[in-house]
């Protein structure tokens, strides 16, 4: 794409923000060029983010039925799946999996519960918690 051909849509998930973007300058090399936004790119934002909620929300009955432990419904909260959230704390997957059984997940320890804690950016208490409603305001994890 050459420098001015670069989209300027004002896409509103950027919220009057711009990004870096590449594109080939007048002298045919890649130079940065500040994009605010572009909407193609707006709506698969936007249907990436409609599916993580839809993936919260019905993790989030399947806690209240008592299926599932809170573990997963923060997990998907935070944008984590189960591989990132192995990453982050250093679990291995399939124990992750395990403690997304309410019993297994019921029995952690301080210590055990404190890595998620950190991962997930929240308290233990909330890590417990389970909400009455999903809130599609996803918790970023702090870095």
Known sequence: MKKDQ??????????????LVYAVDETGHYAGVKSSGWDVESF???YAVDDLNQQAED??????????????YHMLCARHDVLSLSQVTGFFQWQIKRHFKPRVFNTLSTKAL????????????????IPEQHDASFKQPSA
């Open 114 to 129: 404190a890595r998620y804690c950190e991962a997930l950016a929240i308290t233990e208490q909330q890590l417990k918690e």
């Open 6 to 19: 670069v989209p300027q849509d004002n896409s509103k998930i950027y919220q009057g923000q711009s990004k």
């Open 44 to 46: 698969a934002t936007q």
């Open 59 to 72: 993790t989030l009955a399947e806690v209240q039925q008592g299926k599932v432990s809170a573990l997963k």
